[in-house]
């Protein structure tokens, strides 16, 4: 047991650590350090415009989506060399967060079931963070149970004709391209009548509006489409397999190792250690110091729960379930971090940024935080992945499993 | 990076675990639960043969020498398999104050006895209510003899020899205490059994009166070895709360899989499967910071301090939370005597306090924490 590099893994990350030591936008460093969720913004500059710069600059020098293909704008790395550039690219990695979704979802499910010229057509430039993509499943009527969703696709001619509504788009006003996923086949079983397709977010009838979040925020958007059509050639997979297609994209998504997840803990030790309460410093206190003590264990078991995967990953192994606890654990615990946070300030706690930077972040974090909850499965549908596919345990009895879609009730009462 | 246990260890693992499986099945733990005898002499027995006891004591003192990581991994399997033995006591507690502290001579005595299954040693550290602390020692030496009570000795009624942690010293401070090793067989000592959360475990009251007793460590060193000895023995209660976590997930994902109400299995009801979810996700997080506690115990890492009490307190806490949820998911059957549920539920909550509760080891592991930071 130990935590050193192969002698192959210490050059990779000495060469991946020299390079962007010489390369990276050193100006920023300080800010995205400090960066929390909710709150990843730059004072004095258009944070999209410099995670784009750097992200070419990435590609160009041969450093960006790792794990790809060189054909397609990758290095053709292995997904312990990824982990590793991670590591080294540090506080940067906040830039990449915009190309989250494309890389880590429309370009693994691209390259499994786009065509050959295509791979090779917008594959590069996603790399390159020249071109964006987003992700168009979730719907106003299909959020964790995505394969309820409504948006139609019908065949004319060579093209498809796209109408519906797709909520919850992650940068769908900064993208170029998405993958879609419609129902082509109302008359069978919801699984059975879905078709993926990629289309060009300019494309006549697609429209893009901000969703205004409860945090205040706007990152996500409703995409409607009117009469779009799409060329049958931008379809990924067959006629009616699109569940399957989108599994691939889901799987990707769950799957991120070793990007670190955030806790709030290191905010909220760093803030206990300097606040004086009443009776003296925070972190004196006894109380505080066993909530802090019980975050601090959560924090590292995650922590190390990665270090585990990545082992898998170094030795050439598939990681096993323990990975998928990250998100179930850090979403609920920075929202819990954020609101002692601010319940150690007493009632001025309620007043944005009184205490400075750091109680601010706090703010922000607990104001963020019900959407990591939700967005990429909810806690619910974590516990149910855990349960059924870890566990063994059965899966939801599905009373719409075999009846056709049009049939499916669709109020509640 | 390899934070991972090596094929080896994972093989004596499984070597280990079937091993246990055969000699300390749930009827062999209940024998020892209901009084039958105070121990399973048996098993220990077998234990020895099979050198698990001096799996991590060197070879030239009568040990298979193969080390921490080792010793770990059949602490798992302790946990796992609830093995009503006097196991951390004499191997975590007694063998590791020895392989710390004492002389040569000393070592030579007991570690021995330990690896081959004659000697069973523990830590006479606690004065009634309260935790580690030197001033809960009262407990005095003087010109090597010891006089006062310790309660409770985890496993006193079965151990030949214990590590005694007295007051040679007022001055307020740590160096106030040192350990001495007493032979229990010998003159000066009284043992009385008291009963106890978890009955497959023996507690003592022990009292001293003008007890021979040689020093292990110097005098004034007690406190300081004390420390090391606990945040080891952490590491590796923790590794048997983890195995523990686990046996009690599986009885709950089993039961939840064989037992039918409302016409399905109740394993299919949201209600009982997020349960047994957010067991699983404590056990694992706790694995992950046991791990992080093998990798500093087996390196003598200048981190164990804060990595044994991390893994002590997620362990504490999985394995409490996975045995009370167990018992859940079984409903009423659950409470009864005759299902094994309440034996882990028995084993965990007494674990939880053996080497001090919760809250001393989140005092301890925020203290540590803002030791290293300020460093």
Redo the contacts between chains.
Sequence with gaps: MNFDDTPQEAEFRATARAWIGANAPKQYEEELRKSSLGRTQLKNANILEVAKAWQKKKADAGWACLHWPKEYGGRGSSPIERVIWQQEEGPFGQLSRMFIIGHGMCGPTMMAFAREEHKRTYLPPLASGEKVWCQLFSEPAGGSDVAGLRTRAEKDGDDWVINGQKIWTSGAHYSDYGILLTRTDPTVPKHKGLTMFFLDMKSPGVEVRPIKQASGASDFNEVYFTNVRIPDHQRLGEVGDGWNVSLTTLMNERSAIGAAVSTGFPELFEYCSSLMLDDGPAIEDRAVRSKLANWAVKASGLKYTSMRAISALSKGERPGPENSIGKLVAGSMIQDVATYALDLQGASGVVSAEDGELAGRFQAMLLRAPGTRVEGGTDEIMRNIIAERVLGLPGDIRVDKDVPFNKIPTKGR | ??????DDQKQLRDQARKFLAEKCSPKAVRAVLDGKAPYDKELWKGLAEMGFLGVAIPEEFGGAGAGH?ELCVIAEEMGRANAPVPFSSTVYLAAEALLIAGSDAQKKKWLPAIAAGEAIGTLALFEGKGNPSPKNVKLTAANGVLNGVKKPVADGTVADFAVVAARTGSSGRDGDISLFLVDLKAGGVEVKSLTNLDPTRGQAEITFRDCKAEPLGATGEGWSILTQVLDRAAVLCAFEQVGGSDRA?EMG?DY??DRIAFG??I??F?A???M???M??SA??????S??G??AL??NASELPEAA??AR??AT?AFQHCAKNNIQVHGGMGFTWEFDCHMYYRRANAMALGLGSL?Y???Q??DR??KK?AA
């Design positions: 990076m390899n934070f991972d246990f090596s990581l997930l994902r939840a899989l399905r299995q394993g299919s949201q009982v499967k997020h047994l979810a957010d699983y996700v694992t997080l706790a694995r992950s910071n791990y992080y093998a990798w087996s390196t009490a991390a307190i997620s806490q809250s080891w989140e005092d592991l925020i924490m803002r930071n």
